[in-house]
C-alpha cells in the first residue's frame, strides 16, 4: 500500500519531534544537502520566518524551533550566508544562554570579516546580553562594545540602543546609579518600540532611584513599570515591581508591607539573581523583628543561589557574608567566622577588581569613544558644507576656545561656589532681619503718615512671626498677613520695606532661606530629602523656585551646599 506524502503534514508534531531528535543532530555544515521535508521545499524565507515566530514566547517550542531549522537549513543548500546567520540568529533566540553563545560564535565565524547592517554586530550584541545573564559583566562589556564598533560603522541605531542599555545595566549593578539613569533614560523613548525593553528599562531607573533615596522619582517610575507590565500582561515584571515596592518599604522600616510584597513577587522568581534579593531582604527583614532563626535561615538560602553561581557576584552577596562573619563572632563560632571573613575578602576583591575594570573600560572604551564619535559627528558635517573652504577649521578653533572658556568657567564658578559657602559657614556674626528690626523699633515717628503706634504693633508682631517661624507657611501672602497683623496691605509693605531695606516678597524669601541653610548644618535628617521635598517644608510651592531663591540670597545652589556639609562632616 503506497503512503500518503499528506499524511505526513497532518500528523505535524510526529513529525517535527522525529527530526528534532533523530535528524538535526545529523546536518552538520559539512553536509552537501540539508535536509527539509517535501512539503516545505518550495517555501520562501519569510514564510519559515513567520512560522517559527521569532522571538515569540508563547506557542508551540518544538514546532518553532524545526521552522528556524528549515529555514538556516534552507540558507546552506542555497550557499546564502546572510541567510545562515539569520538562521543561527532565529534559533538563539530560544535557546539557553549558553547554546545562545555558541550560536553566535557560529555567526561570527560565517561573518566577522563582513560589512553587513546586522553583522557581525548582532553575534557580538547577543553575546554581551547572554554573558550579561550568565554573570560574565567583563565578558559581556567586552562583547558590548565590540557591538558598539560594528553598529556605529553601519549606522545600526538599534544595535547602539541594546549596547547602551547593556552598558546602562552594568553601571547600575555597580553602583553608578547616577550615570546609569542617564544613559537609560537617553533611550527611554526608543525602548518602547522593542520587545520588553521599555519595563526592563522602567525598572532599572526605579532601582536607581530607590538606591539613591530619591523618592518621588522612584515611585513614579515604579508605578510606570507596572502600568506597562499590566498593559503588556507581563506577570513576571507585574511582580517585580511589586517586590521592589516590598524593598522600598523595608527602607521605611515598614517590615509587615515589605514582606507581603516581597512573598507576592517572589512566586514569580525565576533567574538566581531574583532568589538571590527575595532571600536577601527577607532575611534582613527577619533580623529587624529579632526573629535570629528566621534571618539565618534566609540568609543560608541566599548564601547557597550565591554557592551555585559563583560568577554572579552583585552586591548584595557582600552583604550575605558580612552577616555571617558578625553571626559566626557573636556564636563564638570561630571556624565558620574565618570561613566567612575569607569568603568576605574573596568577594570583596572580585568586587573591587570589577568596578576598577569595568569602570575603566566603560570610561576608556565607551564614554570616550562616544564623546569623540560625537565631535566626529560635527567635523565631518562641517567639512561637508564647507568643502571648498576653511571654515571646519575655524569651527574646530572656536569649538576649541568654546570648551576651553566652558572650562576655565566651570573651574572659576566651583572656585566661587567654594567661597561663597565658606562665607556662609564661617560668618556666624552677619546681621539677619530680626537684628535689623531690634535696631529700628525705636524708631517713633510716623511713616508716610502710618502713626508710631502702628508702626511699633507691627514690629512686634513681625518679631513674632520670625521668632515662631511662622513664615513656613506656604500660603503667606502681603494680604492675609495684614490682616493678621489687624492692618492694611500698604502699611505693612512701607513699613517692611522701612526697617528691612526690602519689599515684602524678598523679605519672606530670605526669612526662609536663611531658616533653611541653619536647618542644613544642624539636621542630617532634612539632607536626606529631595530638593523638592526641602522646598516645600520651608513654604517655597515648587524646587525650581526655590533653588533659584537660594541661589540668589547666597551665591551658590541648595544641592552644591548640602554636598558641601556632608563633605565637611566626613572630614572631621
Not at 127 to 144: A, F, V
Not at 147 to 156: H, I, L, P, S, T
Not at 246 to 266: F, H, M, P, V, W
Not at 316 to 331: A, I, L, M
Request: hydrophobic share 35%; glycine share 4%; aromatic share 16%.
Amino acid at each position: 500500500m503506497q503512503s500518503n506524502p499528506l499524511l505526513l503534514v497532518s500528523n505535524f508534531k510526529i513529525v517535527v519531534v522525529f527530526f528534532f531528535l533523530f535528524g538535526l543532530k545529523g546536518f552538520s555544515q559539512t553536509d552537501k544537502v540539508y535536509f527539509i521535508p517535501d512539503s516545505l521545499k518550495g517555501k520562501s524565507y519569510k514564510y519559515l520566518y513567520e512560522k517559527n515566530n521569532f522571538y515569540s514566547r508563547k506557542g508551540d517550542s518544538i514546532k518553532e524551533l524545526f521552522y528556524a531549522k528549515m529555514y538556516l537549513h534552507k540558507g546552506k543548500n542555497e550557499k546564502d550566508t546572510i541567510r545562515v546567520a539569520n538562521g543561527y540568529s532565529q534559533i538563539l533566540a530560544k535557546s539557553s544562554p549558553n547554546v545562545a553563545i555558541s550560536y553566535s560564535d557560529s555567526i561570527l565565524a560565517l561573518t566577522k570579516s563582513m560589512n553587513h547592517y546586522l553583522y557581525p554586530s548582532y553575534a557580538y550584541m547577543t553575546k554581551g546580553i547572554y554573558n550579561y545573564s550568565l554573570g560574565y559583566y567583563e565578558k559581556s562589556l567586552k562583547n558590548y562594545l565590540l557591538a558598539r564598533d560594528y553598529a556605529v560603522k553601519n549606522n545600526n541605531k538599534q544595535h547602539l540602543f541594546y549596547v547602551n542599555k547593556g552598558i546602562a545595566n552594568i553601571k547600575r549593578i555597580f553602583g553608578n546609579y547616577e550615570e546609569s539613569i542617564e544613559v537609560s533614560k537617553l533611550n527611554l523613548e526608543e525602548s518602547k518600540k522593542h520587545f520588553q525593553s521599555h519595563i526592563v528599562m522602567l525598572y532599572g531607573i526605579s532601582y536607581c532611584y530607590l538606591q539613591l533615596k530619591e523618592i518621588d522619582s522612584f515611585l513614579l517610575y515604579n508605578k510606570k513599570g507596572k502600568q506597562e507590565s499590566l498593559k503588556r500582561k507581563d506577570e513576571y515584571w507585574y511582580y517585580s515591581f511589586i517586590k521592589q515596592k516590598g524593598y522600598y518599604a523595608y527602607q521605611r522600616d515598614d517590615l509587615k508591607e515589605a514582606l507581603d510584597s516581597i512573598n507576592k513577587g517572589a512566586v514569580y522568581d525565576k533567574i538566581p539573581a531574583d532568589y538571590l534579593n527575595t532571600y536577601y531582604y527577607k532575611g534582613m527583614i527577619f533580623n529587624k523583628l529579632n526573629k535570629k532563626g528566621k534571618a539565618f535561615s534566609y540568609f543560608k538560602k541566599a548564601d547557597s543561589v550565591y554557592n551555585k553561581n559563583p560568577k554572579d557576584i552583585l552586591p548584595d552577596v557582600r552583604n550575605v557574608q558580612e552577616y555571617f562573619v558578625k553571626y559566626y563572632g557573636e556564636n563564638q563560632d570561630f571556624d565558620n567566622q574565618l570561613k566567612y571573613i575569607n569568603r568576605l575578602l574573596l568577594v570583596d576583591s572580585i568586587l573591587d577588581s570589577y568596578r576598577k575594570n569595568l569602570n575603566e573600560t566603560i570610561k576608556k572604551e565607551y564614554d570616550r569613544p562616544r564623546l569623540l564619535a560625537e565631535k566626529q559627528t560635527i567635523i565631518d558635517s562641517l567639512e561637508k558644507d564647507n568643502k571648498q573652504s576653511n571654515y571646519a577649521i575655524w569651527g574646530l578653533i572656536g569649538l576649541s576656545i568654546l570648551i576651553l572658556t566652558l572650562t576655565i568657567r566651570f573651574y572659576y564658578l566651583q572656585r566661587q561656589y567654594r567661597t561663597r559657602f565658606n562665607t556662609l559657614i564661617q560668618d556666624t556674626t552677619k546681621e539677619n532681619t530680626l537684628e535689623k528690626v531690634e535696631r529700628k523699633i525705636e524708631i517713633k515717628e510716623e511713616l508716610e503718615g502710618i502713626s508710631a503706634h502702628i508702626i511699633t504693633s507691627v514690629l512686634n508682631q513681625l518679631k513674632t512671626f520670625e521668632d515662631e517661624t511662622q513664615f513656613l507657611d506656604k500660603t503667606i501672602t502681603l494680604a492675609n498677613l495684614s490682616k493678621r497683623f489687624n492692618t492694611n496691605s500698604s502699611y505693612l509693605s512701607k513699613i517692611v520695606n522701612h526697617y528691612n531695606d526690602k519689599n515684602f516678597n524678598s523679605y519672606l524669601t530670605e526669612l526662609r532661606i536663611n531658616h533653611c541653610i541653619e536647618q542644613l548644618q544642624t539636621n542630617k535628617g532634612l539632607r536626606n530629602y529631595t530638593i523638592k521635598a526641602i522646598a516645600e517644608d520651608i513654604g517655597f510651592k515648587n524646587s525650581e523656585s526655590f533653588s533659584k531663591a537660594f541661589f540668589k540670597t547666597t551665591g551658590i545652589y541648595p544641592s552644591y551646599f548640602i554636598k558641601q556639609i556632608e563633605k565637611q562632616e566626613k572630614v572631621a
